[in-house]
């Protein structure tokens, strides 16, 4: 069973709001994942790690969200002015090298009024 | 989606087999992984392939064609239990980033 820990399970926020969530990897996982589930079930890869550096993260997450895997504090995931659009799932995965499998989080559920 | 597609569901009977398949058309690959998603609950790493042929990992095994762009999940004495949903996701060279595709809803009938 995956260790990954994901706060808070659910959140709702307005639109224009921040809307931040958080993410515990598995000890002796250094590399981590954020991905975005919708509701028609379909994966958006946002933003990995290794340790606090940035590996890879598109363009949306480049120009609205905020990200950070702090030594030490749990990774978060912070979306600066929240949209209807990112109502979804948002899933964080951590492995224990690049090349290892990602395990999963239970994830934060977001809702955007 | 992302180049990976999958049947949205799948019916089977408790006791006997079912096949999920999946196909990809992506530029790049590492290998190939199948989780497990019940609703409301994290994907659960079932098992990754890279090389072709079957894997047989007892109730689940896989099998991986890198020429023709596909694999399957074989479930075997199906229980009740196994209804879920099984995702395919493709890894992409560069950090092993997975690009998914949109899951198959088994369905196991008594």
């Known amino acids: 069973n995956s260790k990954v820990i994901q706060t808070p399970r659910y959140l709702v926020k307005g639109q224009g709001q921040k809307a931040k969530m958080r993410c515990i990897p598995e000890?002796?996982?250094?590399?981590v994942f954020w991905y975005q589930q919708n509701k028609n079930n379909e994966f958006k890869f946002l933003i990995n790690?290794?340790?606090?550096?940035?590996?890879?993260q598109i363009d949306m997450t480049e120009k609205r969200f905020s990200a950070e895997c702090p030594s030490n504090s749990p990774c978060s995931l912070e979306i600066q002015s929240s949209e209807a659009g990112d109502s979804a799932l948002y899933l964080c995965?951590?492995?224990?090298?690049?090349?290892?499998?990602?395990?999963f989080g239970p994830g934060t559920r977001l809702t955007v009024l | 989606g992302q180049g990976v597609e999958q049947p949205d569901n799948l019916m089977s009977v408790e006791g006997t087999f079912a096949r999920v398949n999946c196909t990809y058309s992506?530029?790049?690959?590492?290998?190939l992984s199948w989780y497990q998603q019940r609703e409301g609950h994290a994907p659960v790493f079932l098992s990754y392939?890279?090389?072709?042929g079957l894997k047989d990992s007892g109730h689940f095994s896989t099998f991986l064609s890198r020429s023709n762009g596909y694999s399957y999940l074989l479930l075997t004495e199906l229980q009740i239990k196994d209804s879920a949903s099984y995702l395919c996701?493709?890894?992409?060279?560069?950090?092993?980033?997975?690009?998914f595709g949109s899951g198959t809803k088994l369905t196991v009938e008594p």
């Open positions: 790690f290794q340790n606090q550096e940035v590996l890879q």
């Open positions: 995965a951590s492995s224990r090298d690049r090349a290892a499998e990602q395990f």
């Open positions: 392939v890279v090389l072709d």
């Open positions: 996701a493709v890894r992409k060279p560069n950090y092993n980033v997975l690009y």
């Open positions: 000890k002796g996982h250094p590399v």
């Open positions: 992506t530029s790049g690959f590492n290998g």
